[in-house]
T-cell receptor, first 113, second 113 residues
Framework: SQTIHQWPATLVQPVGSPLSLECTVE??????LYWYRQAAGRGLQLLFY??????ISSEVPQNLSASRPQDRQFILSSKKLLLSDSGFYLC????????????FGPGTRLTVT | KQEVTQIPAALSVPEGENLVLNCSFT??????LQWFRQDPGKGLTSLLL?????REQTSGRLNASLDKSSGRSTLYIAASQPGDSATYLC????????????FGIGTKLQVIP
């Protein structure tokens, strides 16, 4: 069966510090990968998605970036965090076919102080 | 641009009651619609996936229907239990860009013992 991992589970970082969140998927190949952010009281905001290694599409201009160095690894980064980057970050995957179901990881709670 | 609306935003019901959660979307050209459950501080758990060619899907006490022409879906929960308390989100995969999934803000359900 497929499994999706995210780490760390919780992170507290000062403003201006760098960020690296990692997501890995097991049990499938060539998945579409996604990073979402969920702010308190708001819906899921799609940040990035990737249809293959090195292929990243950005939905929202910001100080975040994403990379996909391996087929089942997706990394969210920032060089300098802002207070507004605080939120709950969720990684998700779905199959490459248009009719595929989407699955989510457990999430990372980021607090920027 | 696809927009997804969920009504009501919050719902409180006594245990044992049957209930309906509503989801509407603006662009009927979809591949599928997915219902998720999210517990506080957790990732999203997939409940039901309805393909655009289907009218409904059932899993245990849950039944989801889809009326693509009117842009609506409902999630029916039978004989609600306190363990059903969570936020329920619907998401649509649109044919205009199937890699992207658009989410509603969710309905927060509380089932009172």
């Amino acid at each position: 069966s497929q499994t999706i991992h995210q780490w760390p589970a919780t992170l507290v970082q000062p403003v201006g510090s760098p960020l690296s969140l990692e997501c890995t998927v097991e049990g499938t190949s060539n998945p579409n990968l996604y990073w979402y952010r969920q702010a308190a009281g708001r819906g899921l905001q799609l940040l990035f998605y990737s249809v293959g290694i090195g292929q990243i599409s950005s939905e929202v201009p910001q100080n975040l970036s994403a990379s996909r160095p391996q087929d089942r690894q997706f990394i969210l980064s920032s060089k300098k965090l802002l207070l507004s980057d605080s939120g709950f970050y969720l990684c998700a995957w779905r199959g490459a076919r248009a009719f595929s179901e989407q699955y989510f990881g457990p999430g990372t709670r980021l607090t920027v102080t | 641009k696809q927009e997804v609306t969920q009504i009501p935003a919050a719902l409180s019901v006594p245990e044992g009651e049957n209930l309906v959660l509503n989801c509407s979307f603006t662009d009927s050209a979809i591949y599928n619609l997915q219902w998720f459950r999210q517990d506080p501080g957790k990732g999203l758990t997939s409940l039901l996936l309805i393909q655009s060619s289907q009218r409904e899907q059932t899993s245990g006490r849950l039944n989801a229907s889809l009326d693509k022409s009117s842009g609506r879906s409902t999630l029916y929960i039978a004989a609600s239990q306190p363990g059903d308390s969570a936020t329920y989100l619907c998401a649509v995969s649109s044919s205009g860009g199937y890699q992207k999934v658009t989410f509603g803000i969710g309905t927060k359900l509380q089932v009172i013992p």
